[in-house]
């Protein structure tokens, strides 16, 4: 049985109980409208979103807390209120309002017995069979699957990055702030260079030469003890992390928190960088194009940041529990 790439054995959660053999293909998946196993989740190779690139999806985390035996859905709502806005992008009709896209990750969640770190991708698309390229009068379709996640990068070591030669795509080609599929042939170009030549991830500039983002992450700075982060018209993904680290940098670690232009030069002089995403986490980056940050190792803001945020994230912080939805 296939095994997701990336999905690392993290199975082992309570060392006491048996756990089962998992595999994609018997994951149960919300597909059309019903509850399936993922093998019966199938679609055409005529379909215009294979074809076409034309769909548009989310990655959302669920965190076990093995202290309260409790998996807790990160930002669920928020997610869906973003993918339903991806959707609008696209004009794909879909059928269930924000509230029934929760119920039902929830339903699938449960339904998987889930008791370790798990991501959800919803998937919604234009499909059925037709080579005729565009977006209305062709059937919507959409797709819930799920399964275990641990580290998608190291989030301890520090990332090596190297400045893409791949400029972000710009809001006036594809909407970049809609997770939009075709978009991401942007990032798999940019993360594809980076690991040839050596790096662990790749940052964009924009088509006017300011700094957008990671592959598939936000991007912040410290410098003199502020955090930076471009601003959403910097061809950004608006990201869910970048808001909710905003949000602990503030009101946990009491930093001043700048959303401005940034150039390409003030990454080989900042005094930490780090990325922020659902994959990601909170990743620090201690190496850009080749140039040591600082110190040329985690720094401190990022390091207490990060654990703030998991702590938030995992439901051992109350002052966060609003972040968090209890699957069962
Ligand atoms: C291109 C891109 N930018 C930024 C992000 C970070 O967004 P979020 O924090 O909502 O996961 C992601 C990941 O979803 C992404 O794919």
Redesign the pocket.
């Known amino acids: 049985m296939a095994q997701l790439q990336d999905t690392p054995s993290t199975a082992a959660t309570e060392d006491s109980v048996p756990l089962k053999t998992w595999s994609l293909e018997d994951s149960l998946v919300f597909f059309n409208g019903r509850i399936c196993p993922m093998r019966e989740a199938t679609v055409s190779v005529a379909a215009p979103a294979l074809n076409y690139g034309t769909g548009c999806f989310e990655?959302i985390r669920a965190y076990w807390n093995p202290d309260a035996g409790q998996l807790y859905a990160l930002k669920l709502r928020e997610h869906y209120e973003r993918f339903t806005q991806s959707c609008r992008m696209l004009k794909i009709d879909l059928p269930h309002s924000v509230d029934e896209l929760c119920d039902v990750t929830l339903e699938i969640l449960r339904r998987n017995e889930y008791r370790e770190d798990v991501y959800i991708r919803p998937l919604a698309f234009k499909g059925g069979a037709s080579i005729k390229l565009r977006l209305r009068g062709v059937p919507d379709e959409f797709a819930i699957f799920t399964f275990p996640f641990g580290n998608y990068v190291d989030i301890s070591a520090g990332l090596s990055v190297q400045v893409s030669s791949w400029r972000r795509i710009s809001d006036n080609a594809i909407p970049a702030r809609s997770?939009v599929t075709g978009a991401y042939i942007n990032?798999a170009l940019a993360v594809d260079d980076a690991l040839e030549a050596g790096f662990d991830e790749a940052i964009f500039l924009t088509a006017d030469g300011h700094v957008s983002?990671g592959s598939?992450?936000?991007v912040f700075l410290v410098r003199d003890g502020k955090l930076i982060t471009p601003p959403v018209t910097a061809d950004?993904?608006e990201?869910?992390?970048?808001l909710a680290v905003m949000q602990v940098a503030r009101d946990t670690l009491g930093l001043e928190v700048v959303e401005r232009d940034v150039d390409r030069t003030e990454l080989y002089v900042a005094h930490e960088i780090f990325f922020?995403?659902?994959?990601v986490q909170v990743s620090p980056v201690t190496k850009v194009d080749g140039r040591a940050v600082g110190t040329g190792r985690p720094g401190d803001l990022t390091t207490r940041l990060q654990q703030a945020y998991f702590e938030a994230a995992r439901g051992s912080d109350p002052r966060y529990a609003d972040w968090l939805t209890p699957v069962y």
């Open positions: 990655g997770k990032s983002e598939s992450c936000n950004i993904l990201g869910i992390t970048r922020c995403g659902t994959g």
